[in-house]
């Protein structure tokens, strides 16, 4: 298993396990960045500023990071143009 998959079903079950419960009721729609070796975790209103908080912390480390309450962090949208 690669590192990057290793962080992220750390950090996933970090989450699911310890936060979630905590995390959801308030901060629904907040980004989280957790330092899955200790489970420090750090919010943030966009992913930079839980990342940023999280670095101050961890200037080393790597973070799981995820939307609180959501499936996805990120969505994508295809905006349609019309030429003519």
Not at 22 to 41: N, T, W
């Amino acid at each position: 298993m690669e590192a990057n998959e290793t962080l992220a079903l750390k950090g996933r079950e970090i989450y699911d396990k310890n936060l979630k419960q905590l995390l959801e009721p308030k901060s629904k729609g907040k980004f989280v960045a957790i330092e899955v070796e200790s489970g420090d975790y750090f919010l943030g209103s966009t992913i930079t500023d839980a990342v940023t908080k999280a670095e101050r912390k961890h200037p080393t480390k790597l973070f799981y990071v995820m939307r609180v309450g959501y499936k996805a962090t990120v969505s994508l949208r295809r905006i349609a143009s019309w030429t003519r």
